[in-house]
Structure formats: structure tokens, C-alpha cells
Nanobody, 123 residues
Framework: QVQLVESGGGSVQAGGSLRISCEAS?????MAWFRQAPGKEREGVAA???????WYADSVKGRFTISKDNAKNTLYLQMNGLKLEDTAMYYC????????????????????WGQGTQVTVSS
């Protein structure tokens, strides 16, 4: 069983930066970040596979960067230029499959999920 623990969420002003982390109990292949705002469906934000290939949602391209430290089994999401609409609960997800990331990620691509970390952007 893979356990994922997110950290680093918090409150930040619009235009600011934040980095969130997700520590996995064991090595996994594809890892990703999803987010869910109140009253909205959970959506994919970014993903990375063992080959280093990444995928980003259009809404965060150029502002967010996903990375992974394999030695620490830790996934990161560096968020710059934060906007009010980035406010959400951010969830870490992982899967044993090495997804090609040639298409947008979906919830069903990932078997393991963390409990989430809240990111709040204020004006």
C-alpha cells in the first residue's frame, strides 16, 4: 500500500509563490497533482512520469512546475504567479503504471491518493 502525505499548503497573496510537497512511502511511477475548489470537480493540474515527461493543465502552464526527487520519493509543485482561482485543496496522486502523459490526466489514472493540502490565494 502506498501512502502519500502532502505538506506546504497555506495562504498567500495573489501574485505570490508557494511550494507544496508530497512524500510517498515507497517509490511509484507516475505522480500528479490534482485540485478541487469548493463546488467544483477535482481537476488535474500537473503530472510527471519516470522518464521525466510532464503534463500541465492549460490554466497553470508557465506558472507551475512539477518535479520529483526520486531519492526522497517526494513530489513537488512550485506555484508562481498565484491567482485567486488557484484557491483549492491540492491532492497528490500516484500510480504504479508509467503513463505516457500524451493526453490530459484523469482521476481514474491514479490508484493512490493523499489527503490534500489547502492553498488559499487572497487579493
Amino acid at each position: 500500500q502506498v501512502q502519500l502525505v502532502e505538506s506546504g499548503g497555506g495562504s498567500v497573496q495573489a501574485g505570490g509563490s508557494l511550494r507544496i510537497s508530497c512524500e510517498a512511502s515507497v517509490y511509484t511511477n507516475t505522480m500528479a497533482w490534482f485540485r478541487q475548489a469548493p463546488g467544483k470537480e477535482r481537476e488535474g493540474v500537473a503530472a510527471i512520469n519516470p522518464n521525466g515527461r510532464t503534463w500541465y493543465a492549460d490554466s497553470v502552464k508557465g506558472r507551475f512546475t512539477i518535479s520529483k526527487d526520486n531519492a526522497k520519493n517526494t513530489l513537488y509543485l512550485q506555484m508562481n504567479g498565484l491567482k485567486l482561482e488557484d484557491t483549492a485543496m491540492y491532492y497528490c496522486a500516484a500510480d504504479r503504471i508509467n503513463w505516457a502523459l500524451a493526453r490530459p490526466i484523469s482521476l481514474t489514472d491514479f490508484e493512490y491518493w493523499g489527503q490534500g493540502t489547502q492553498v488559499t490565494v487572497s487579493s
